[in-house]
């Protein structure tokens, strides 16, 4: 069965940085497309970053609220999904969810979520 | 403000058909495949149906997608109380570069 565990959320400054991590098993990690999407509370989702499988060239894009400050990347070998925040802003408070595409394109579907993990933004 | 645009809720009695719209663009509802995302309250989505109306395994038939140019739609047939979520409607956006979503449509059932 496909897993996909985020690692603990924590509260963290504005301006301050922070890297989420993604551990992934019951599939071929390196083929698929992985991405990032987040909650705030009480609101809709929002696309954060993906990093396509080995099929896409390992190409990474990128939501315009969080590029140049978040950097996704990936652990084949470790079977494992980042994401790197910084100059974190308030309206970067949400749950953070890992997801696994149903093919090896950013632009697939999101076949399988993890749990979440919630990062607060706060002085 | 989202860029796919839904219906902030519906409603629907046992056993009815229901419909929810997505209406998009060039950019992203009419040359690309949209996906729909199924939210129980308190849980992770869920996806339920994509690409060409194809379902993952367990989604009942109940649940069906068609796109006709920039808008798309989820029906649900003979609806439950479970179905009782929210639904969010998604797409790439080639001017973007990114997916989108929609603002999400609350169901409930009476």
């Known amino acids: 069965d496909v897993q996909l565990l985020e690692s603990a959320g924590e509260l963290v400054q504005p301006g301050g940085s922070l890297t989420l991590s993604c551990a992934a098993s019951g599939f071929s990690f390196s083929t698929f497309a992985m991405n990032w999407v987040r909650q705030a509370p009480g609101k809709g989702l929002e696309w954060v970053a993906g990093s396509g499988g080995t099929g896409s060239g390992g190409a990474t894009d990128y939501a315009e609220s969080v590029k140049g400050r978040f950097t996704i990347s990936r652990d084949n070998s470790k079977n494992t999904l980042y994401l790197q925040m910084n100059t974190l802003k308030l309206e970067d408070t949400a749950v953070y969810y890992c997801?696994?595409?149903?093919?090896?394109?950013?632009?697939?579907?999101?076949?399988?979520w993890g749990l979440g993990t919630l990062v607060t933004v706060s002085s | 403000q989202s860029v796919l645009t839904q219906p902030p809720s519906v409603s629907g009695t046992p056993g009815q058909r229901v419909a929810i719209s997505c209406s998009g663009s060039?950019?992203?509802?009419?040359?690309?495949?949209v996906s729909w995302y199924q939210q129980l309250p308190g849980t992770a989505p869920k996806l339920l149906v994509y690409t060409n109306n194809q379902r993952p395994s367990g989604v009942p038939e109940r649940f069906s997608s068609s796109k006709s140019g920039t808008s798309a739609s989820l029906a649900i047939s003979g609806l439950r109380s479970e179905d009782e979520a929210d639904y969010y409607c998604?797409?790439?956006?080639?001017?973007?570069?990114?997916?989108?979503f929609g603002g999400g449509t609350k169901l409930t059932v009476l």
């Open positions: 060039s950019s992203n509802i009419e040359n690309n495949y």
């Open positions: 997801t696994k595409g149903k093919g090896h394109s950013s632009s697939s579907a999101f076949g399988h």
């Open positions: 998604a797409a790439w956006d080639d001017s973007l570069r990114g997916v989108v």
